[in-house]
């Protein structure tokens, strides 16, 4: 069992940047493939970015690359993501979230989930 708490969001106009940070409870932190997700009001839930147990291995939505960076510190039992040049249209609920039911940094099916933090961008 892990427990996720996320921090770091907030508003910021278009083409500002936020970070946001997940810190886990427990000792097997580094046991899980980390996860940002979002939803935006009307849309599914959607996988922004992942990374793998040692951060040997990232993925990223095509809507998010280039732009945000996804990292760990398994040291800190923390999971950030760096969001640069945010637009309107990345305004979301944004979810951390951790995999212990493979090593795969593909797929959504995740098993532990952070309450949520609002990030709203202006245009």
């Known amino acids: 069992q892990v427990q996720l708490v996320e921090s770091g969001a907030g508003l910021v106009q278009a083409g500002g940047s936020l970070r946001l940070s997940c810190a886990a409870s427990?000792?097997?932190?580094?046991?899980?493939?980390m996860g940002w997700f979002r939803q935006a009001p009307g849309k599914e839930r959607e996988l922004v970015a992942s990374i793998s147990r040692g951060s040997s291995s990232t993925y990223y939505a095509d809507s998010v690359k280039g732009r945000f960076t996804i990292s760990r510190d398994n040291a800190k039992n923390t999971v950030y993501l760096q969001m640069n040049s945010l637009r309107p249209e990345d305004t979301a609920v944004y979810y951390c979230a951790a995999r212990a039911r493979s090593t795969s940094i593909l797929g959504i099916d995740y098993d532990y989930w952070g309450q949520g933090t609002q990030v709203t961008v202006s245009s």
């Open positions: 427990g000792r097997t932190f580094s046991s899980y493939v």
